[in-house]
């Protein structure tokens, strides 16, 4: 009987999923449903207190902030800024500028946290650059949408904040967790340019006249603000001087500074900047209400338990499990973002995880890596819908042009199981 509600549940919650309802009403909906079935419990009351603890932490503080400093970042020249100081050493690489997309990507991620804001960042930049210069269209738009998924991976990560509240770790540990894998991913994108270039001679333009190491330092020049706030985020993090929250309001405040010198912040781009974020952490904090009290809901039904059971009585493997989980957490993020993706499932499966001996540190990395997979998936894949939104292509060209990275990804899964001290070796010397 408890099978048979909890599955007719989710059926019900994939159905207004579908019919275009807010996620974070629906999520609550769905347990407001639940709670009257199984429990004798004032649903009111259950709700008001769930709602208030899952947000009211502290740490949670950090995701507002951040998100706040990408939408000042957004609005300055950084990102061109960034190009004009890569492009010189990219020249003589195979797939020449087709790296910016990856390298500007990385950088612009350890000052972000979005793997949406990145994209749109880059996207705005590179493309045009790209498509100017005659690089193939699908390569530049299929590789600035896996490389954007970075944004969900390199610190500092609000996936990532989520991942941590919800499962009760250290953000600081996990931040420190993402940066090896990140690189990693970033390494094999490139290689994969590398790769396809060596094969296309053809449809790649020539290089640019050559420059003389002076000059290319002199370039090089553009980068010091970028590499500047990001010491002072992340530094201000690994060095114990600041916690997560702390080291947010520390790039909120050097965001603003900077957006100040370069003369973009005005009192209309401060308003914009502010009301986007506020915009984006209501939808966010939504979600993570509805999802908190879902959880409690599906506790009552008792599907944590018996998912739990049915998991533990297939005797899988290590190996096993992450593949299953893997493919659960792909298919799942085809229709759901990672934010909601992750509160509505990690109170579920974290027992299970446990049990299989898993760091929870390392699965939280796993996670992300599966749920930035769901970034370039259809139907709901995230960086498809911004990159549409800049080239006005098909969904389904987009998605095709990023599915190679896809299988990218796919080995970084493989390669951060096998050795699993690229994620844990940083956080194990914090």
């Not at 370069?262 to 009192?267: I, N, Q, R, V, Y």
Request: charged share 10%.
């Amino acid at each position: 009987m408890e099978v048979a509600l909890a599955f007719g549940l989710l059926v019900f919650l994939f159905v207004i999923l579908g019919a275009g309802l807010w996620i974070g009403l629906s999520l609550l909906g769905v347990g407001l449903i639940a709670m009257e079935f199984v429990s004798s419990r004032p649903v009111g009351d259950a709700m008001v207190l769930t709602i208030w603890g899952s947000t009211s932490s502290w740490t949670l503080t950090a995701l507002p902030l951040f998100l706040w400093m990408g939408e000042i970042l957004f609005r300055t020249r950084l990102s061109e800024d960034m190009f004009k100081g890569l492009a010189p050493w990219l020249n003589r690489l195979p797939g020449r500028l087709l790296h910016v997309n990856v390298i500007g990507s990385t950088i612009f991620a350890a000052v972000s946290g979005s793997s949406a804001a990145t994209c749109a960042t880059i996207g705005k930049i590179s493309l045009p650059e790209l498509q100017r210069r005659g690089y193939p269209e699908s390569m530049a738009i299929g590789t600035l949408a896996g490389a954007a998924t970075l944004g969900l991976l390199i610190p500092p990560s609000i996936i990532m904040i989520v991942y941590g509240v919800a499962a009760n770790v250290s953000i600081a540990k996990l931040f420190l967790a993402g940066v090896m894998p990140g690189l990693l991913l970033g390494t094999l994108f490139m290689l994969y340019i590398a790769v396809w270039a060596l094969f296309n001679k053809d449809k790649v333009p020539a290089a640019d006249a050559s420059m003389t190491l002076v000059e290319k330092l002199y370039a090089s020049r553009h980068l010091i603000p970028v590499v500047a706030l990001i010491g002072l985020v992340l530094g201000s993090i690994y060095s114990g001087v600041a916690t997560a929250t702390e080291a947010a309001a520390l790039g909120v405040t050097g965001s603003l500074i900077l957006a100040a010198i370069e003369g973009a912040l005005s009192w209309k781009s401060f308003v914009e900047g502010l009301a986007a974020a506020c915009r984006v952490y209501c939808m966010i904090g939504l979600i993570l209400a509805g999802a908190a009290f879902l959880t409690l809901a599906m506790g009552f039904v008792g599907l944590p338990r018996h998912l739990a059971e049915y998991i533990g009585a297939l005797n899988l493997s290590p190996v096993a499990l992450m593949l299953a989980l893997a493919v659960f957490f792909i298919l799942l993020g085809c229709f759901l973002d990672g934010i909601s993706l992750v509160v509505l499932t990690i109170g579920v499966l974290l027992p299970t995880v446990e049990a299989a001996g898993f760091d929870l540190i390392w699965f939280g990395v796993f996670v992300v890596l599966t749920v930035e997979m769901a970034q370039i998936t259809p139907p709901v894949g995230l960086n498809l819908f911004v990159l549409q939104g800049l080239t006005k292509y098909e969904v389904t060209y987009i998605a095709r042009a990023a599915a190679p990275l896809f299988a990218v990804m796919m080995t970084a899964v493989f390669a951060t199981y096998y050795f699993q001290d690229i994620v844990l070796w940083l956080p194990n010397r914090m």
